[in-house]
Each structure stands twice: as C-alpha cells, then as structure tokens.
C-alpha cells in the first residue's frame, strides 16, 4: 500500500473532512488528511496527485479563520475546494465572499452552466447537499461559474491554473452523482492510480497492535454492536489470548440486550467475555442529572472505572481496546484541524484526563459501513454486522431529563415496539437507524373516556451510510400507524407520539 501519488485532503474544520478523504479510499485512491496549516513542504513530500480544501464552520473574512498557505495552490497539482474550500480559494485569489441572505442547507437543485472537466458527464440539473452560511458573489479573475443553485454561485473553475471549487458537499450521499464528480478529479483530472485497499488496512493494522501490545495484555471493551466487536476481532488477530473482552450491563441497554448480546458473542463469535452487572452504580451517577454533555461525562468516567476494576482482578493489563469510530471522534474534539465539537461521546471526550490505561482504537479513522466491510473480510455473522448503531451512554442521551429507573422502562417498551415494527416492515436493514425518544413533555390524552396526562415519544428513522450526514426515512403510513397505535396502548405512560422529520445537518441523529 502506497502512501504517495494519492490524493492530500487539507482540513479546515469541516465535520466531512474524513468523509472526503474516506470517499477517495473508496475509489483504492490513498488520501492522507493533514491540518490546514500543514506546510507546503510535508504535502510535497507525500508526492500527491491532487489536494482537496475541505470546508469548514468559518468565514473567510473572519480575521480567525482557518487559513492555508496561498503556494498550495502552486504545487503543481489541481485543487479542488469544497465549501469553505471554495470560498477560501476564492477569497485568497482577489474573488468576493460574503454572508448570504439566504442560506442553504440541505437540498438544492443545481443547473450546470458551461462545459466543466469537474462535472463532465453529468445531468444539466441536479440534487446537491448544501451546508453554507456564506457565498461567493465575485468569481477571481480567470475563473469561469459553472454551476448555480437558485440562490448561489455553487461550481467554479480555472481550467488553465487547473483549479476547481464546488459550493456543496460531493462526498455525501445526498448528493446525486457526487461520486462521478470526485471521480473526475480523482482519476479524470489528477489521472491517480489505485494504491489502496481493505485487505492492506487489516494487514497493516494487526502488526501495527503487535509492534505496539507486544507480550502485553488488552482489555477489550465490548458493547454489543458492530465497532467494538471488529475491534475485538482485529486485536484477537494480533494478539490473541493476550486479549480478554469485557461487556458491561450499564443499566442504559435495550431490552433484553445484556441477555441476547451475551449469547450472540460468545455463542456466535466465540469470543471468551466477561459480563458485568453495574446497572445500580451508574443509575446513581446519573440522578439528578439533566444536562446531556454531564451524562455523557459521568457515564464514560464510569465506564473506565468498572473497566480499571476488571483488569486489576485479571492482572496487570495496560491496554484498553475501544471501538471507537471517526464521526465518535470529529463530533467530540478537534483532530486534524479546527473542527468543532457538537458532543461529547463517552468513549472520546467523555474520558477522563487521567486514564489507567492506554487505548487502542484500530478503527479510528474509519466510518461505520466501512467497518462492516472490514468485518465482513474478518468473517464476523451478518447477524453482527447489520446490527442498527447504539450510542455508547445508551438509552441515557434517548432520554431527555433525569434517567430514572421507571422513565427507562418506559422508554425501553416504547423502543422495542419501533424496533419490532421496522423489522415486521422489512426495513430494519434498510435503514440505519430506528429508535424511540422519551420526552419530558407531557400532553392530555383520553384513555377509556377518563383523562390521561402522560408523556410523549418522538420516533426517529433515518438512513445514512456513514452517520455523518442522515435523512428521515419516509415510513409508509401503515408503519407509523402500526408503530403509534401500538405504543400508545401497550405502554402505558405515553399518550402521545410524534415522528421526527429532521435531517442531518442541520440536526443530529440522537437528539442529546
């Protein structure tokens, strides 16, 4: 696997930033992500093919925002800029950028104007996916405008200086036939060579955990899902018996999860675990609490406690293997360049600042269905690797307000009706994922013509394929019926449910 001749992904803090450079993997195209203040030389050395300015949160007229050395745009190579990319490309070149009247995010429609080698082969009229406060107004000198939305300058190119920027997002799946777009580039325009692939990942990440565990030995933090269970399987590759699994009975599971969870990875995986009840101990750090970044704190200091415990009773084990994937990563701390932190996830910023042990977090840099693929080239059951995503703090950030033992049982029956119907739909693997929130709104309902004050459930269903960008998955009006009829009169504190139609961005997936 080479690491030069592929593409340099310059990240200014964009949420999509890997997403860009995980799409160029994709293609077997290397792509290696460094900060936008990355100096011209350290990308020289990697001998890429083409950069990619990815975009970002700031304006560019913002005296503090994020910006890139002016020569990376003489290295030589094309560049394509990518919303902030754009707008920064522009800004730098003598082009005009200011905030928009009318913002887009979300689905657009673009018309493409001219011949472009960018947008070569693809239809006169497009869907994109926009996330952008700002727009160029002025294109530089030498730039011709290749594209529109009904409110923005949305694709711009200097052929000559083989210079590209596009004002929406190509890298998600939203967008019609971004992929053929950063094909052109990729291949069309930077004529890369395929030098990457899955097989050289594992490969590469097992001796990597062997160089560095040694004859030491890890702890493996089990959940049940998809990450920690590659992540396990990756280490039991490297390191074998030196790795014990742990899974822990948080109290914030699903129904009957710890039970049926347990069977599956030591019946189906064969995996040797460790089942830990400690329900009651983080039940008590939550009470009282309301604020969603505070449970996701207290529940990932818990976590490392319960885990420190475990390996003390196993012995002297200085590694803790954690399933941590990239959107845990981008939406938790600033990793390769300004990005901001939408939250906390408990097994990233939810950590404390002094750990008794070190991580290892093979899948870091990689995004949910590309895990799957790397579990499916373990060998890992289906059954595993379709399983819908969990967050790490469980049903304690599904339930907003105080998590109390009797607001957790509400809202288990309430979720195990979704998940029940989703399936009996023929849509639990065609959607990522679907789940029930308790809120603390409480509205009239009549039940047996007596009034009935209780709570109410947001539903939410959507599809995506990597978690950083999601879109509400339009149910069939059967399922939603089936779905509210049944809560409402199985559960008995709910009156009241409602369908959550928004997408991401602007909203999360989980809603704390």
């Given at each position: 696997m080479s690491v030069r001749g592929g593409i340099v992904v310059l990240d200014f803090g964009s949420q999509y930033t890997q997403l860009i450079a995980r799409r160029i993997r994709e293609m077997e195209v290397f792509s290696a992500m460094l900060p936008c203040t990355a100096a011209v030389e350290e990308v020289r050395k990697l001998e890429p093919r083409g950069v990619v300015l990815s975009g970002g949160p700031n304006s560019v007229y913002d005296p503090a925002s994020p910006k890139c050395d002016p020569q990376m745009l003489q290295l030589g190579v094309p560049v394509l800029g990518i919303c902030y990319g754009m707008q920064w490309m522009t800004h730098t070149l003598g082009g005009t950028v200011q905030r928009a009247e009318h913002r887009e995010y979300g689905r657009a429609d673009l018309k493409i104007l001219n011949g472009s080698a960018l947008l070569e082969g693809l239809p006169r009229e497009l869907k994109i996916w926009n996330s952008h406060g700002d727009h160029v107004v002025a294109v530089p000198e030498g730039f011709q405008i290749c594209g529109r939305t009904e409110n923005a300058i949305a694709a711009i190119e200097d052929a000559a200086r083989r210079l590209f920027a596009v004002e929406f997002h190509p890298?998600?799946?939203?967008?019609?036939?971004g992929e053929?777009?950063?094909?052109?580039?990729v291949f069309g325009i930077c004529q890369a060579r395929q030098n990457w692939n899955r097989k050289a990942f594992i490969a590469e990440t097992v001796e990597a955990i062997r160089q560095r565990v040694g004859e030491a030995r890890a702890?493996?933090?089990?959940?049940?899902?998809v990450d920690s269970a590659v992540a396990a399987a990756l280490v039991h590759r490297a390191i074998g018996d030196h790795l014990t699994n742990v899974f822990v009975d948080n109290?914030?599971?699903?129904?009957n999860e710890f039970r049926d969870t347990l069977s599956l990875l030591r019946e189906r995986l064969g995996l040797v675990v460790v089942g830990v009840n400690a329900a009651e101990r983080f039940l008590a750090q939550l009470k009282g609490v309301t604020d969603p970044e505070e449970k996701r704190r207290r529940i990932g200091r818990e976590f490392i406690e319960v885990f420190a415990e475990q390996a003390r009773g196993l012995g002297n084990i200085p590694f803790l293997v954690q399933g941590t994937l990239y959107p845990d990563v981008i939406e938790s701390v600033s990793v390769k360049g300004p990005s901001q932190t939408i939250k906390t996830h408990h097994n990233v910023g939810g950590l404390p600042s002094v750990m008794p042990f070190q991580?290892?977090?093979?899948l870091r840099d990689l995004f949910k269905d590309e895990v799957r693929q790397i579990g499916r080239e373990l060998g890992l059951p289906e059954e595993m690797l379709t399983k819908h995503p969990f967050p790490g703090p469980g049903l304690a950030v599904r339930l907003l307000g105080e998590v109390t033992e009797e607001r957790l049982a509400t809202l288990r029956a309430a979720d195990a009706i979704v998940t029940e119907e989703i399936h009996r739909a023929g849509l639990y693997e065609k959607t990522w994922q679907a789940f029930a929130v308790l809120l603390p709104v409480r509205s009239v309902g009549v039940m047996g013509d007596e009034r009935h004050y209780g709570f109410t459930a947001a539903v939410r269903v959507v599809e995506s394929e990597d978690a950083m960008t999601a879109d509400w998955t339009r149910l069939p009006g059967e399922v939603l019926e089936r779905i509210s009829t049944r809560i409402v009169?199985?559960?008995?504190?709910?009156?009241?449910?409602?369908y959550d139609i928004s997408s991401k961005p602007p909203s999360t997936i989980e809603w704390e």
């Open positions: 890298e998600v799946r939203h967008t019609d036939r053929e777009i950063l094909r052109n580039f702890l493996c933090a089990l959940s049940g899902g109290g914030l599971l699903r129904q991580l290892l977090e093979p009169n199985e559960v008995r504190d709910i009156t009241r449910v409602v």
